[in-house]
């Protein structure tokens, strides 16, 4: 059974710092894309970064390339999401999913989310 638990959130200020972890477990993230997306209030779930298996290539959305970066740690079976000069339209739940990009937004292998809020 896929399981994937977030963690990380929190509320911070404009230009600040976070770090989410998402726990895998049930399978092995080292053979896996995996992949974060989030919901900001009222809207759809929108992709944000996704690490691909083979050689740990790395993309993003435009909106955080240059601020966001993802990792793994396959010894540990845990991805990363290091979220930096956050703004207010960061704001969001986010979640990791068991998917490259394109299926990162309707797959079901979703955690249950980690709230980012980002207000002076």
């Known amino acids: 059974e896929v399981q994937l638990v977030e963690s990380g959130g929190g509320l911070v200020q404009p230009g600040g710092s976070l770090t989410l972890s998402c726990a895998a477990a049930?399978?092995?993230?080292?053979?896996?894309?995996m992949s974060w997306v989030r919901q900001a209030p009222g809207k759809e779930l929108e992709w944000v970064s996704t690490?691909?298996?083979?050689?740990?290539?790395?993309t993003y959305a435009r909106s955080v390339k240059g601020r966001f970066t993802i990792s793994r740690d396959n010894a540990k079976n845990i991805v990363y999401l290091q979220l930096n000069n956050l703004k207010s339209e960061d704001t969001g739940i986010y979640y990791c999913?068991?998917?490259?990009?394109?299926?990162?937004?309707?797959?079901?292998?979703r955690g249950q989310g980690t709230q980012v809020t980002v207000s002076s």
């Open positions: 999913v068991k998917s490259g990009r394109n299926e990162a937004t309707t797959t079901p292998e």
């Open positions: 049930g399978f092995s993230i080292s053979m896996y894309a």
């Open positions: 690490i691909y298996s083979i050689e740990g290539t790395t």
